[in-house]
């Protein structure tokens, strides 16, 4: 693992940070003394994990893809392809159990 900022090897390994999608670990860089954490599996996506937790409810509860696409475009103004949410129902739905 590297420094995200310069790319430095060397790493502080600091505790944990909470947030909204939970426990994360925290590392500051030795080099540039700049704090970043260790990315998950959902912070990789470029939705959050509140909309795509909610797509696939909403795709379990019985809404299509299509039906899902546009209620998120509707009531969140994202924009994804039914692809996208298709992906995310079988990537995803055994972490939201
Ligand atoms: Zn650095």
């Not at 502080?12 to 909470?18: K, N, V």
């Not at 994360?24 to 003394?33: A, F, I, L």
């Not at 470029?46 to 009531?75: E, T, Y």
């Amino acid at each position: 693992m590297k420094c995200p900022f310069c790319k430095n090897p060397k790493i502080f390994h600091q505790g944990f940070r909470y947030n909204s999608t939970g426990k994360k670990q925290k590392y500051q860089c030795v080099k540039c003394k700049r704090w970043f954490v260790k990315k998950d599996g959902f912070e990789r996506m470029r939705h959050s994990k509140k909309i795509i937790s909610r797509a696939i409810h909403m795709h379990n509860d019985g809404l299509s893809l299509f039906q899902v696409q546009n209620h998120l475009w509707q009531h969140d103004g994202v924009k994804v392809t039914r692809k996208t949410i298709s992906d995310w129902t079988k990537r995803y739905s055994i972490f939201l159990k």
